[in-house]
């Protein structure tokens, strides 16, 4: 995708339409939140850990706040619609289902996982 259809994209967004990105998938839930979902790399859900989910929590905040520098028009769209952001780590079981890893919302995390 080039810069130019990301952005076109990203107006799509507060339509209900996802932006998906390589690792990424951004899109505004029911309950007024801007959902950045990172698919951890883990292949086999047994070898999944909080260490492993905490690193790609980090990864996925800091690819969305250098994706913010280019497309500031995510920012805009959070401030316009009063969203709050929340980022959320998944567990892609091969396109069948996204099972829940954990989330953040303002620095606070929520485990879906022991």
Not at 50 to 74: A, C, D
Request: aromatic fraction near 10%; include cysteine; charged fraction near 25%.
């Amino acid at each position: 995708m080039t810069t130019k259809d990301i952005r076109e994209r990203i107006w799509l967004i507060p339509n209900g339409i996802p932006l998906k990105l390589e690792n990424m998938t951004i899109r505004i839930t029911d309950s007024n939140k801007f959902l950045v979902t990172g698919w951890t790399k883990t292949i086999h859900f047994e070898n999944i850990s909080r260490n492993i989910v905490l690193q790609e929590l980090e990864w996925l905040k800091k690819s969305y706040n250098e994706l913010t520098y280019t497309f500031n028009e995510l920012n805009d769209i959070v401030v316009m619609n009063k969203l709050t952001i929340e980022f959320h780590v998944s567990y892609d079981d091969a396109g069948k289902i996204g099972i829940g890893l954990c989330s953040e919302i303002d620095g606070i995390l929520n485990w879906y996982i022991d």
